[in-house]
């Protein structure tokens, strides 16, 4: 099915998030973002060849699966779902399966991926005018929503339309597993609440950076965290902080 606009009873819709994960409603409107994701000491999502299976211990892969559990839906880039065919799912612990989002301005996902062909949770893809129209059909044709995003000034699907569309539709936490180019993204337009980073005792040296290039220039500029938690778990160590508000500009 492919949609321009209109609410659609989401799975996920009225389901409320589990109290481990800190997450709650704020009334805003929006819906909630965290990003999760898997780096190495050094900053890296994955090798220089793109390999990233696994960074993390066991015990890390479970909380995602934990916090996959708790939300209305997981979210990835294109980049994502092309390198690692994630499947999205619940599996480590007990939980239902959030929806699955792609963001792929283009439709150039393979349609060979788990997301289409596993049919163990549903998935949309979000996506521009731009994609070609048989593109659209072929990956609804797979039993996927593909649903048509405002544009960014990029010709990017605009993430923060995005969010706002998933409101009415019973969406209100999203959790986003990556890429970089899509985390990158969503802090730079702060549309992130909160961000629960699992660190490894790894190093690779050259290779794919977890968040680019934000546009910050001065230290006073970076963004800083609120609520902020470490904690061991297995070998790795896990940040957990809610983004703070802007700083107030200061003259040195």
Same mark, same amino acid.
């Given at each position: 099915m492919v949609r321009r606009a209109g609410p659609l009873a989401a799975p996920g819709e009225g389901r409320g998030v589990e109290a481990d994960t800190d997450m709650d409603d704020t009334g805003t409107g929006c819906t909630s973002v965290t990003v999760h994701y898997a780096? !190495? *000491?050094d900053g890296r999502i994955a090798t220089r060849t793109g390999h990233s299976q696994w960074i993390s211990c066991g015990e890390s892969l479970r909380l995602q699966h934990e916090l996959r559990?708790?939300?209305d839906a997981v979210l990835v880039g294109v980049d994502t779902a092309v390198a690692d065919n994630p499947r999205l799912t619940v599996r480590l612990v007990e939980g239902r399966s959030p929806l699955r989002i792609v963001v792929d301005s283009t439709l150039r996902i393979p349609l060979d991926r788990h997301l289409f062909v596993d049919r163990a949770a549903p998935t949309l893809v979000a996506t521009t005018a731009r994609a070609p129209? #048989?593109?659209a059909r072929a990956i609804a044709a797979l039993g996927a929503e593909v649903l048509i995003v405002p544009e960014d000034a990029t010709g990017r699907v605009d993430l923060g339309a995005l969010l706002q569309m998933l409101r009415p539709r019973g969406v209100r936490t999203v959790m986003v597993e990556g890429?970089? !180019?899509v985390i990158t993204s969503l802090l730079r337009d702060r549309l992130? #609440?909160?961000m629960i980073v699992c660190i490894a005792p790894k190093l690779v040296g050259e290779?794919?950076?977890a968040v680019n290039d *934000?546009?910050?220039l001065r230290m006073g500029e970076a963004? !800083?965290?609120t609520d902020i938690e470490f904690d061991r778990l297995g070998d790795d160590l896990i940040f957990k902080g809610r983004l703070a508000p802007p700083a107030r500009p200061t003259h040195p």
């Open positions: 780096q !190495t *000491l559990a708790s939300h129209a #048989e593109r890429g970089g !180019t992130v #609440e909160r290779g794919v950076d *934000l546009n910050i963004l !800083t965290f």
